[in-house]
């Protein structure tokens, strides 16, 4: 293709190397919108940690403070609250415990004595079969934490 330029196949490696290095560094995985009905259920995570999530929008979980989960800020033992897909309206980006599907979901966690709760959001990736804890709204599996369904 640069046979016929001396220079012209030094040039097209220096434009075409940042390219090749940003797509070899991104992690943005593709998210899947799914029903709520789809993320009714228990999931599992790699380390113990463990979400059921019910059609009422409750969920219970366990094990939320795994070393990869530590920066979320999120208790350990049982815990509770509601979660809900985010939705984007007149108000902005918020979790909607209405929004019928969406592929992200937000926790909602009651905890005692605390006046902020746990900052932990999943991304619905794989098609729906996985949920990815992240903290960041860029990047769906910011944590590495993923949580597939429990048979």
């Known amino acids: 293709m640069f046979k016929n330029h001396p220079k012209g196949g030094r040039q097209a490696t220096i434009v075409l190397l940042p390219l090749l290095l940003v797509t070899a560094c991104s992690t943005r995985e593709d ?3 799914v029903p709520a ?3 009714v259920g228990n999931w599992k995570g790699p380390d113990g ?3 059921s999530f019910s059609a009422d929008r409750e969920f219970t979980a366990t094990g939320l403070d795994s070393k990869k989960l530590a920066t979320a800020d999120c208790p350990g033992g049982k815990s509770n609250g509601a979660w ?3 939705v984007d309206d007149a108000n902005g980006s918020h979790r909607s415990e209405t929004a019928k599907s969406g ?3 937000g926790l909602g966690l009651a905890r ?3 006046d902020w709760g746990c900052l932990l959001d999943f991304a619905v990736v794989d098609g729906g079969k996985t ?3 992240t903290l960041d709204p860029d990047d769906p599996c ?3 934490v993923r949580f597939t369904r429990e048979k």
């Open 84 to 86: 809900g897909f985010f």
């Open 31 to 33: 998210t899947t919108k």
């Open 131 to 133: 949920l990815c804890a």
């Open 103 to 105: 592929s992200w979901i």
């Open 49 to 51: 940690e463990r979400i």
């Open 142 to 144: 910011s944590l590495d």
């Open 112 to 114: 005692k004595y605390l």
């Open 37 to 39: 009905e789809h993320i």
